[in-house]
Each structure stands twice: as structure tokens, then as C-alpha cells.
């Protein structure tokens, strides 16, 4: 089991607390085990929106599988001591994963996370953040970056996006398809291709027929899946899996096979596994039709 450890700084916005916070306890409902904690360093903490919520002040053991997200507030408010911004460096340290939502992205910037960094913040402070933390990349335009266990996004409903990311690519896509579909979220991600997750930019049509072709597909996309398979699943002949397909992602079913399994090895290479290792593990023949794949996308190269 998992821990989402969630620092709450004074004047916290309610849905960058809230948004994360119900993708993570949906997966839980669904059997996919999250715990959700409130870490702030009073035991009160006031939001925007005239709410108050209690949070403990003494931090839990985490673990490398754990997750701490900042969500964002707005100043002016007192900002994390040297102890929290310390945490949070240790957690990273340690394997661990932070996370800031629009301005969390700033307690991360104070304790030196983002330096050599690229992260995403809100459009109205890019310029303030890039003049603050120079030693970061602010990336313009883009609802979440990921960066070496470091995530940030631009904020509000973008929090949501950040968290769908993570469990995708903890879990796997149909994980964070299952908890997009079951909040009602119709989720699009923007940014560079690495940032872009398929399975929810393609899930935003209402064809149930396509839908559960996508769910069969997702949740065996390292497998060969022909197309007879998925004509059986979806009670229609091949050629009709094949126009419904394109006629609602604009894909054929094996391009979209072929786009969730890149979309993994990015990860694992990211993470530092050799080309051979991510191949494998993503269900690629071989190394040299990743690397073919990954050029055609133009993704840059990897050992």
C-alpha cells in the first residue's frame, strides 16, 4: 500500500487539494490500495475558499513508493520552514516522488528541487516563477511536466491531470482510465509528447463500442491483440472495429496499442532502463523497433 501524503500550506486551494485527492481515493475504491494523509506545520490549516481543514503536524515514515503533492495557495501567506522544505528534499533523496500543483510548485522551488529542472506552473506566473528559481525551466504552455521524480502542474483542475499521470504510469493505462471514467472526467493533455497520455487525449468521444475495445487494449497492451480479438470483444465485425476506431481516436486499434506501449517504455526509460529492458517490458518485438518508433515521434535518443 502506497501513501499520498498531501503538505498543506495557509490560504490552500480547496480543488488542488480536493482534485488529486479524489483520483487517489477513487483508485483505492477501485482495488488499487492508497492511503491519503494531511501533513501542514499547524494543526488547522485556512483555505481561499473559507473552509478550514485539520492536518496532523508530525510528518509519517514514507517509503520510496510514496507520494508527497504540494497543492497550491494563494499569497500572500507564510511560507514552509526550513524542517518542511527539508522533508521534502529527504523524500526525494530516498527514491520518493514530489509533486506541486501551480504555486506547491514553489515550497519545491525553495528547497532546491527544481534546480536543473524543468516543471509547469500556472500561465500568469510563468515569467515571476522563471525570475524567482532561474536555475529551473519553466515550460510554457504545458498542464504538467515530469522531471527526474519531480512533477509539477499549472494548476487547479490540472492537479487532476498530474494525478491521472501517476497512476498511469504507476499502475499502467487502464488503471487511470478506469478512475478518469468512474470521476466523469474528460481529460485531454496537452504539452510535449512525452507529456501526452493517449489513453486519456483519446477517451474524450462517447462510443461505447470504442470505449470497450480501449479497455481490452489497455489493459493487455503488451500482448498481440488481433484484430479478430477485438471484434469478438466488441460483438461487431472486424472491418466495423476498424471504422468505429479511426472514426473516434482517428487511430487504428494497433496504432493506438502501439502509442499506449511507447508511451511506457518513455517511462522506464526515464527511469533508467536500458532500451532493451523498456522494449521488453512495454511488449516491443525488440530494442531496434522502440528506437524505430521512438525516432518517428521524435523522441530524443536514448543508449
Not at 86 to 104: K, M, N, S
Not at 108 to 123: E, F, K, S
Not at 230 to 244: F, I, M, P, Q, Y
Request: charged share 20%; proline share 6%; glycine share 8%.
Amino acid at each position: 500500500m502506497s501513501h499520498v501524503l498531501f503538505l498543506l500550506i495557509p490560504q490552500v486551494h480547496l480543488l488542488e487539494v480536493a482534485g488529486p485527492a479524489q483520483v487517489f481515493s477513487t483508485a483505492n475504491d477501485l482495488g488499487y490500495a492508497y492511503t491519503i494523509a494531511y501533513v501542514a506545520e499547524t494543526s488547522q490549516v485556512a483555505t481561499v475558499q473559507g473552509l478550514t481543514l485539520p492536518a496532523a503536524t508530525a510528518w509519517p515514515r514514507l517509503a520510496p513508493d510514496d507520494l508527497v503533492i504540494v497543492p497550491g495557495w494563494r499569497g500572500p501567506t507564510r511560507p514552509p520552514g526550513e524542517q518542511t522544505l527539508r522533508r521534502l528534499r529527504d523524500h526525494h533523496a530516498a527514491g520518493g516522488t514530489v509533486a506541486g500543483v501551480c504555486a506547491g510548485a514553489d515550497a519545491l522551488g525553495r528547497a532546491g528541487l527544481l534546480d536543473g529542472r524543468r516543471c509547469a506552473v500556472h500561465h500568469c506566473v510563468q515569467d515571476e516563477f522563471a525570475r524567482l528559481y532561474p536555475k529551473s525551466e519553466v515550460v510554457k504552455d504545458s498542464l504538467y511536466v515530469e522531471d527526474d521524480r519531480v512533477i509539477t502542474s499549472a494548476g487547479k483542475a490540472s492537479g487532476i491531470d498530474l494525478a491521472l499521470h501517476l497512476l498511469s504510469m504507476r499502475h499502467g493505462p487502464y488503471a487511470a482510465g478506469q478512475v478518469a471514467r468512474t470521476m466523469l472526467v474528460h481529460t485531454r493533455r496537452d504539452g510535449t509528447a512525452p507529456q501526452i497520455s493517449p489513453m486519456l487525449r483519446l477517451r474524450s468521444h462517447m462510443d461505447e463500442t470504442v470505449h470497450r475495445i480501449q479497455d481490452l487494449i489497455e489493459s493487455r497492451f503488451t500482448e498481440r491483440l488481433p484484430l479478430s480479438l477485438l471484434a469478438k470483444a466488441a460483438g461487431c465485425s472486424e472491418r466495423t472495429v476498424t471504422r468505429l476506431f479511426r472514426r473516434a481516436t482517428g487511430l487504428t486499434p494497433l496504432a493506438y496499442q502501439s502509442a499506449l506501449r511507447l508511451e511506457r517504455a518513455e517511462h522506464l526509460l526515464r527511469r533508467g532502463a536500458t532500451a532493451e529492458v523498456a522494449a521488453r517490458e512495454a511488449g516491443f518485438a525488440d530494442a531496434r523497433m522502440l528506437r524505430r518508433l521512438r525516432a518517428r515521434a521524435g523522441a530524443p535518443d536514448h543508449p
